[in-house]
């Protein structure tokens, strides 16, 4: 059998070279490609990021995003087949169900520029139908190019109820628009789901998420350093890199001794790392020396990591700030924190000045929380009676078989197709 086609026990008619492969789902691939002047051989496993010009775009790990076409992909496990196929039905038959979308993302805040994605969220109900029987219940639609995606009724709740960031967003942002009815209920019920969580799901955590960014930046600036001592002549050995490591880290150690232990446990690391990625050829320090003096790709260099979501993870901590100061969201950003922002985006602020930004604003954080005029704990009986309404409305319209995609005109419940796994067998 060709290159990452196996056959898969329950699904021998599922051709894997055009089953669905949405956003997030690893794949290997099936032929060879050139970057710049390295040579990516078949098989390499990756995982898809987009949709784009009849293809898709593949992270390959040490390697970064190339493009395939759709044929020279399949998915790299069976059970992802299952999924995609499950997933990409689902999204077709309940596009009528979802009752609430909004615009989020940099198009609600204030950061979009001509080429950003415009990106949806939104809640589905369930036809009355869909809740029988054994079948797993779709608990998520998303389009195949993750721009869109869309909640089951339930889930947004028991999600607001968490302070989930995104799903607050969804029910608070001025684009919210109903398609239905239920969507009414879900908007007029949102002050039920806003507590004081909001400075911990939001700031406490945009903060955590910022000091692990840093650390990771710190690192791959450390690798950096180590790649390019590596090229030095005389070479370095591992005792010397070492030695030099521990002094340039900011972590303190004990003794000088436990430094150098550390930095050396760092090199090997490093050097397991890129064995595994495939672009070193064995897992020791002579295969990194060979690595370094070759010319050879390399990661990105630690300049180049400008994580995307750092941006919006100081935005996060400025919204919950207001939001608990004042009562009330503002999602889109203004004056000398768009500017600010605009910057951290376009890769103009190192992440430890991002990271400086946001521990600057931890103590202003945390007065608004103490301060706070919104109640300790969200209001879980008012969200339990709104799920019970929703339930009778559903089972009205099923009951009456009332025109619309919950009565007379709901799609068809997918039929029950067994408990067993799918599993492969041996080729």
């Given at each position: 059998m060709g290159q990452g086609q196996h056959r898969i026990k329950g699904l021998e008619s599922v051709d894997p070279l055009s089953v669905p492969l949405p956003h997030g789902t690893e794949v290997i691939t099936r032929v060879a490609r050139v970057s710049g002047e390295r040579r990516i051989p078949q098989g390499m496993?990756?995982?898809?990021?987009?949709?784009?010009?009849?293809?898709?775009?593949?992270?390959?790990?040490g390697v970064g995003e190339l493009w395939y076409a759709r044929e020279e992909l399949v998915p790299r496990k069976p059970?992802?087949?299952?999924?995609?196929?499950?997933?990409?039905?689902?999204?077709?038959?309940?596009?009528?169900?979802?009752?609430?979308?909004?615009?989020?993302?940099?198009?609600?805040?204030?950061?979009?520029?001509?080429?950003?994605?415009?990106?949806?969220?939104?809640?589905?109900?369930?036809?009355?139908?869909?809740?029988?029987?054994?079948?797993?219940?779709?608990?998520?639609?998303?389009?195949?190019?993750?721009?869109?995606?869309?909640?089951?009724?339930?889930?947004?709740?028991?999600?607001?109820?968490?302070?989930?960031?995104?799903?607050?967003?969804?029910?608070f942002v001025p684009s919210a628009r109903p398609r239905d009815v239920l969507g009414e209920w879900l908007l007029a019920e949102r002050d039920a789901f806003v507590s004081r969580n909001i400075f911990g799901s939001f700031g406490r955590y945009a903060l955590s998420q910022l000091h692990k960014l840093s650390s990771s930046q710190r690192l791959a600036e450390h690798r950096d350093l180590v790649l390019d001592w590596l090229c030095e002549e005389p070479t370095p050995d591992?005792?010397?890199?070492?030695?030099?490591?521990?002094?340039?880290?900011?972590?303190?150690?004990p003794t000088p001794e436990d430094g150098i232990l550390a930095a050396k446990t760092y090199i090997k690391q490093l050097y397991r790392s890129l064995s595994d990625q495939g672009?070193?050829?064995?897992?020791?320090?002579?295969?990194?020396?060979?690595?370094?003096?070759?010319?050879?790709?390399?990661?990105?260099?630690?300049?180049?990591?400008?994580?995307?979501?750092?941006?919006?993870?100081?935005?996060?901590i400025a919204l919950a700030t207001g939001w608990l100061r004042d009562g009330a969201p503002t999602f889109e950003a203004t004056?000398?924190?768009?500017?600010?922002?605009?910057?951290?985006k376009h890769g103009r602020v190192a992440l430890d000045e991002v990271l400086r930004d946001a521990e600057a604003l931890a103590p202003e954080l945390e007065a608004a929380r103490d301060q706070s005029p919104l109640p300790e704990h969200p209001d879980s009986a008012r969200a339990d009676r709104l799920l019970r309404r929703v339930g009778e409305e559903l089972a009205r319209r099923w009951v009456l078989k009332e025109p619309g995609a919950w009565g007379r005109d709901a799609p068809e419940a997918p039929s029950y197709?067994?408990?067993?796994?799918?599993?492969?067998?041996?080729t």
């Open positions: 496993i990756g995982r898809v990021v987009r949709a784009r010009d009849g293809g898709l775009d593949v992270q390959i790990t059970g992802q087949v299952q999924f995609a196929l499950r997933r990409a039905a689902a999204w077709e038959a309940l596009q009528p169900c979802v009752v609430l979308e909004a615009t989020v993302g940099s198009r609600a805040w204030g950061l979009a520029h001509e080429g950003s994605d415009t990106d949806l969220r939104g809640a589905f109900a369930l036809p009355l139908s869909w809740t029988w029987g054994l079948g797993e219940i779709p608990r998520d639609l998303v389009s195949a190019d993750g721009s869109a995606t869309y909640w089951e009724y339930r889930k947004a709740i028991d999600q607001a109820l968490r302070a989930d960031p995104n799903t607050l967003e969804l029910l591992l005792d010397e890199v070492a030695r030099r490591l521990a002094q340039h880290s900011p972590r303190q150690a672009l070193i050829e064995a897992n020791d320090f002579a295969a990194l020396t060979r690595y370094a003096r070759g010319g050879g790709r390399r990661p990105p260099d630690a300049r180049e990591l400008r994580p995307k979501n750092a941006y919006n993870l100081l935005r996060l004056g000398a924190l768009r500017e600010r922002l605009l910057d951290i197709a067994g408990s067993e796994p799918a599993q492969e067998e041996p």
